[in-house]
């Protein structure tokens, strides 16, 4: 058997293998220390008993997401799936599983390396309703890659939909994946309507750089992205994206995460910053409303703790877009541990990407079918 860490998007080293087999592995920190993402590859496995120990998950910057928590695995080219077992003791993360093919994967959660990324913009430019913009680029020299659908005119509500400001929380990407794919159908009644009715902008990978280096939460330099909105330091995917949002106006933004520790997917306003009123509060529980009816699997529950007015931290993403633009704003979390007898993975991830059409037209009637809103 042998362990390798991929160079596209791959984190953890190899410590040993034991003469019985086991694999002990290490974690990487990213540059600002967090670690939680793991991806390697196992080779010569098949028909093995593989048993994986991650040494330091007890070092993790989430150490209770383990709890009750199961690995993703890759057998060969299958789709991804869980481990036949995880369990979570003493600091140690073992995993064991049975492999088919010679080839066995092991992530956090289902990869979402920057060549599968390269691969979805490639299939979403071959949409004719599709336009493809770079708008700068990253520590790296990536490209950040802007996608335009729908109305063009300067009148249309800009809808702006962006993911995996943290490269480790990869079920964002998968979202955009299942949504990019529901836009691209010609037979889809209500994409058809949106596309009528609004300007979509979207950023399916707002961190490469970090998704490329296989770090859990910031950039090349070692930004959290999601706290530089206000400043944008060493933040040039920031940057670039909220200085075309300055020329073009937000009406709704809706920013894709994962919840290392919550197992459920849920919503968090913009609640906390001074343009968060009641009107908006009421939007913001509309349109959480109107995608939970859609799809059962937004949840109505809080999984964050509630902002208190005036302690919105205007670095993230929605509270700054909130107070910059008046926008509906919300940050949309997914687990990585689902409740048991449930488990929650890339097609779940799509599913909501292709629900939160009708939760976007849903707004857009509630009264976001006027002008974008100019930053103040
Ligand atoms: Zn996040």
């Known amino acids: 058997m042998r362990v390798r860490t991929p160079e596209d998007s791959g984190n953890a080293d190899l410590v040993e293998i034991t003469p019985d087999g086991e694999v002990t592995l290490k974690m990487r ?3 600002s220390g967090h670690r939680q993402w793991f991806y390697v590859e196992l080779v010569d496995v098949k028909n093995q008993r593989v048993v994986v120990n991650i040494q330091n998950a007890g070092e993790a910057s989430w150490p209770l997401g383990w709890e009750g928590y199961q690995a993703a695995v890759q057998d060969g080219g299958w789709p991804w799936a869980r481990a036949d077992h995880t369990s979570y003791q003493d600091g140690v993360l073992r995993i064991e599983h049975t492999a088919t093919t010679d080839r066995l994967a092991l992530a956090t959660f289902a990869a979402y390396p920057i060549t599968r990324h390269q691969a979805l913009i490639a299939c979403a430019v071959a949409s004719p309703r599709v336009r493809r913009e770079v708008l700068g680029r990253t520590h790296d020299g990536r490209p950040m890659e802007l996608l335009r659908l729908g109305r063009d005119d300067a009148e249309a509500p800009r809808v702006w939909i962006f993911a995996r400001q943290h490269p480790g929380e990869v079920m964002a ?27 979509l902008r979207l950023v399916p990978n707002m961190n490469p750089d970090g998704s490329a280096r296989g770090h859990h939460r910031v950039n090349a ?3 959290d992205l999601n706290r530089a909105w206000a ?27 994962g919840d290392e520790e919550v197992p459920f ?13 009641a009107a908006l509060e009421a939007e913001f529980a509309q349109f959480r409303a109107a995608w939970n009816q859609l799809d059962p699997l937004m949840s109505l529950k809080d999984g964050a703790p509630p902002t208190a007015p005036g302690e919105g931290h205007l670095g993230v993403s929605t509270k700054q877009l909130a107070a910059r633009f008046g926008a509906l704003a919300a940050t949309v979390e997914m687990p990585y541990r689902s409740a048991p007898g449930e488990d929650f993975g890339p097609s779940h991830a799509k599913s909501l990407g292709e629900s939160c059409v009708e939760a976007v037209l849903a707004a857009l009637a509630a009264g976001r079918a006027g002008a974008p809103i100019a930053p103040r």
């Open 29 to 31: 920190p990213d540059p």
């Open 265 to 277: 997917t849920f919503l968090i306003s913009a609640q906390g910053v001074p343009r968060f009123d």
């Open 173 to 199: 990407e998968w979202f955009m994946e299942g949504l990019l794919a529901r836009l691209a159908d010609p037979e889809d009644e209500t994409v058809a309507r949106l596309l009528r009715q609004a300007a």
């Open 221 to 223: 330099k070692g930004v």
């Open 231 to 257: 400043e944008p330091i060493d933040a040039p995917e920031v940057a670039a994206v909220r200085a075309r949002m300055d020329q073009e106006g937000v009406a709704i933004a809706l920013d894709i995460h």
